[in-house]
């Protein structure tokens, strides 16, 4: 008897170039909970950390980038250079320049 699998077999909706350490898709006949169970893990003036459970992962995507997109960000825009002397072109120091973290 071989160890591979059959063609017919295997689990449709698992594809075959799924690595072993990917989760196994979401069980779609299962119902979701009406609440998401959150636990604050840590919490500061600064910063939190919780763990968020049953809710779809979708949801919780979704709260990641409005978490996200809500976080004030402070960049350098537009530069102008009035003489450059260096063997760096103007455009590569400007964006270097937009590389630098700011703290608002």
Do not use: C, W
Request: charged share 25%; no cysteine.
């Amino acid at each position: 008897s071989s160890s591979r699998e059959r063609a017919d077999e295997r689990d449709p909706l698992v594809p075959s170039s799924m690595a072993p350490h990917h989760p196994p898709p979401m069980d779609y006949k299962k119902p979701l909970n009406d609440e998401p169970d959150v636990e604050v893990l840590h919490l500061t003036d600064e910063s939190i950390t919780f763990m968020i459970k049953d809710v779809d992962i979708s949801v919780a995507n979704s709260l990641r980038r409005v978490m996200i997109a809500e976080v004030p960000t402070l960049a350098i825009d537009l530069v102008e250079v009035q003489a450059n002397t260096s063997v760096l072109h103007d455009e590569y120091i400007a964006h270097r320049l937009g590389l630098i973290p700011l703290r608002s």
